[in-house]
Each structure stands twice: as C-alpha cells, then as structure tokens.
C-alpha cells in the first residue's frame, strides 16, 4: 500500500463491519522502529471519479452525515486520502470542522493538491498527533526511585512553601502509588515514611498558626488517606512532624496556659473535631487493610498508634464522646 510503501509506517485496516467512514489507522512509528502510541484514522478513497472535477487548489471530498459525529468525537486526528492509481499518486486534507461545508446531501471538504502524499508528509502527520516523547529515560529514573524507596528502611517527603501556598497534594497521591506498587513495599513501607513542611523557618508563627499551612492540611488528608499505616507514629519526633502536625493543622485549635514572659503557650485541639479526625483515619486504615489483605493484628496495632498520637491513649481506653 502507498501509505506504507510511503511513510514506512504501519496501516492498520478496520474490519468492513466497523467501517463508520474509517478505512483504517495509520501507526506512527518512532526511532528505533518503535510504536509511539501515536495514530491517525484514515478515509480512503480510490478511483478517478474523485479526480473529475477540480475546485480552486484541489478536489472537494463529499462525506455523508451519519459519519461526522462519529469523526468529531474521535480523539484522533483524521486525515482523508484520494488515491489516484493510474497515476500511482495520492493526496491527502486533515478532517477539520472549520473547513467543512454543508452540501445538498451533506458535506463537503477540500483536499489540497498541494498536498501530496509523500515520505514529506511524516513531518506535517507528527505535528498533528503532536509530540511523540520518549519516556523510556523517565521511566528509568521512576524504576530507580522506587527500588530505592523499596531498600530505604524510612521515607520523607520534603513539602515546599510553594506546595502550600498552590494548594498542591499532588506528591503525595505520587507517593501513595509508589508505596502500594506491590506486595514487598506495602509491608516494608508500614510506619515508615513522614514528611516536612519547608520554608517557614524564618516565620516567628507556628505552623498551626499560619492559614496556608491550615488550608493544605485539610487537602492533603483526605488525599493520602492511609496516613494510619504508612506514617511513621511511634517515634516522638516523627510525631510532631507528622500526623501531630496534620492533627494541630486541621482541627479549631485553642490556646490556653499562655506565658506572660516567654510567650510560650499550650494548644488545645478541638475534641469533637479530633474524635472526627481519629474515625476517619480508623475508616481509612480499614479499607485498606481489606484492600490489601492486612491482618487485623496489624489493623489493631496501627489504630494504637493512631489514638496514642491524638489522644495519648490506648484505642480501647478512650471515652466516648
């Protein structure tokens, strides 16, 4: 066929039976001789019938309507070829919308003789299925990251000011695939990541103070969700990095015992808002425990954790509401 013999890509022809005005596919073949990913749907249309009558610069296709939803809903580009064997030449006009006209029996669209069907035609084809990215260096790096994730015995992720002030999460739905890309890692991984906050350090507020900081942490929990199995609770420090700072962050806070001369002061957490907190945290460690076939020993360890670090207490020894 002239498409392959031409651009040395491959066509792929559809079955007559799905024929809804696409004769085939054209798969852009990169470097290498790898498929991109990237194709073109394809009308093809052959004889000198379609040659007869010259408009302007070249020769109008007519299409029937029953096929112009079928194209404008197509998230491919679409290209429709006149074939000339005779002459052993084609041509070819990308399916536009602005370029299409209505007819008595129902559209019309012109086809370029200035574009002729050749190996120069691979350039003006790429630039319409846009650009073709080599992923293969990235997903190097990314298989890297994650052995890398997976022999570490403790994960943190460094949480700009930036991050916070754009309202940005998105690190951390990254992290939480990274951390369930398999069976090993999600053991490995219990209790063993946090993060920090970054660049408030010269700001005399507390983090619990500052409403951007605020604003983010009642994003992010939601977002991550399973912070009841992969944070690290049992270590004070990792503590007041991590879920003390997303509890202090999220809830009304009141502050109370305030030091006249040092300043120093307590923060009391609001308690139904901290009971709000530890239940959706229980819900959520729930789920996936189930999700991921997690022994309730271990549901029943984290969820100690959980209400040591937001109560002081043991779950079973925390009142009722």
């Not at 066929?1 to 004769?23: A, P, Q």
């Not at 009558?53 to 029937?64: L, P, Q, V, Y």
């Not at 076939?293 to 954790?305: A, R």
Request: glycine share 6%; net charge negative.
């Amino acid at each position: 066929m002239k498409v392959e013999n031409d651009l040395d890509w491959i066509f792929r022809s559809t079955h007559l039976e799905d024929d809804y005005g696409i004769d085939g596919y054209i798969d852009i073949i990169g470097i290498n001789n790898s498929v991109t990913g990237k194709y073109l749907g394809v009308q093809i249309k052959t004889g000198k019938s379609y040659f007869k009558t010259k408009k302007g610069f070249g020769w109008e296709f007519k299409g029937e309507n029953k096929h112009l939803n079928y194209y404008l809903n197509l998230d491919k580009p679409i290209i429709i070829i006149l074939v000339n064997l005779e002459q052993q030449v084609a041509f070819w006009g990308e399916f536009d919308l602005n370029k299409v006209t209505k007819t008595s029996t129902g559209w019309s669209i012109l086809i370029p003789e200035y574009n002729e069907l050749s190996k120069n035609s691979k350039q003006e084809f790429k630039k319409l299925v846009g650009n073709i990215v080599d992923y293969m260096p990235q997903l190097e790096y990314q298989w890297k990251l994650n052995e890398k994730i997976k022999n570490s015995s403790f994960t943190y992720l460094n949480v700009s000011r930036e991050e916070i002030i754009n309202k940005d999460v998105s690190g951390f739905t990254i992290m939480l695939n990274k951390l369930t890309i398999d069976e090993e890692m999600i053991k490995k991984a219990r209790g063993a990541f946090s993060f920090t906050i970054d660049g408030y350090e010269n700001d005399s507020r507390e983090l619990l103070e500052i409403p951007e900081v605020r604003e983010w942490a009642k994003l992010v929990i939601p977002a991550f969700k399973y912070w009841g199995y992969f944070l690290n609770m049992e270590d004070f420090t990792h503590n007041i990095i991590g879920l003390r700072v997303l509890h202090f962050c999220s809830v009304d806070i009141e502050i109370v015992d305030v030091n006249e001369v040092t300043k120093d002061y307590k923060a009391a957490p609001d308690i139904n808002q901290t009971f709000e907190l530890m239940d959706n945290l229980f819900l959520w460690l729930n789920e996936f425990c189930e999700k991921y076939s997690i022994s309730s020993e271990i549901n029943d360890k984290q969820s100690n954790l959980i209400s040591k670090v937001l109560f002081g207490l043991d779950k079973n020894n925390i009142p009722n509401k």
